[in-house]
């Protein structure tokens, strides 16, 4: 059992950065695959970054490639997401999962944090 829990969110203009954290509980935490996923009004939950148990292997989604960086600390048990050059887009529940496959798929995800809201304003 992993419990996760996002904290780091908040309103921030366009441009400006934010950095999640994800705590999580377990000593198995080093050997999950961990990601990052968010889910904007009527929108479906989709990945961002995704990162490996070892942090060899990344992730990123199209639209925040260059812009957002996933790394982990795993004798802090803490997964992270630096968020640069926000866009109004970039708006919506930010979510860290973790799986025990290196996978984009959010149903490939056993464990999920409660979310935390990140809203950048124009």
């Known amino acids: 059992q992993v419990r996760l829990v996002e904290s780091g969110g908040g309103l921030v203009q366009a441009g400006g950065s934010l950095r999640l954290s994800c705590a999580a509980s377990g000593r198995t935490f080093s050997t999950y695959t961990m990601g990052w996923f968010r889910q904007a009004p009527g929108k479906e939950r989709e990945i961002v970054a995704t990162?490996?148990?070892?942090?060899?292997?990344?992730y990123y989604r199209m639209s925040v490639k260059g812009r957002f960086t996933i790394s982990r600390d795993n004798a802090k048990n803490t997964v992270y997401l630096q968020m640069s050059s926000l866009k109004p887009e970039d708006t919506a529940v930010y979510y860290c999962a973790a799986g025990s496959t290196f996978s984009i798929r959010r149903d490939e995800y056993d464990y999920w944090g409660q979310g935390t809201q990140v809203t950048v304003s124009s």
């Open positions: 990162i490996s148990w070892d942090g060899a292997s990344m």
